[in-house]
């Protein structure tokens, strides 16, 4: 492999891991029945619609179906991320369900 090949290498799997954090966080919101899209907008109003998080609902299951994802999980994802404007909502958000 060359720098080129290898860089484009890290740039496909960090978009894969990305992708794999907005799915964490929809159906996180899916599992408490919150918009994952209304959430993503109080953190990042300056945004429009999130193509991602679009694709991302796209793939998410009931919450009869859903697994657990764990508060904590999810807000270990964002930050691994920088999502910290949205780690603030989600953190509100938990306290509202508290």
Not at 19 to 37: G, T, Y
Not at 68 to 78: H, M, Y
């Amino acid at each position: 492999m060359n720098d080129k090949q290898i860089e484009e290498k890290i740039i496909e799997n960090y978009q894969g891991e990305e992708n794999m954090m907005i799915l964490i966080f929809a159906q996180w919101c899916v599992n408490h029945d919150l918009d994952p899209e209304a959430l993503y907008l109080q953190a990042y109003p300056e945004q429009s619609a999130n193509p991602a998080l679009k694709e991302a609902l796209e793939l998410t299951v009931s919450k009869a179906e859903a697994g657990e994802i764990g508060d904590q999980t999810l807000l270990g994802v964002l930050s691994l991320f920088g999502n910290d404007d949205l780690a603030f909502v989600v953190t509100e958000e938990i306290r509202k369900m508290e």
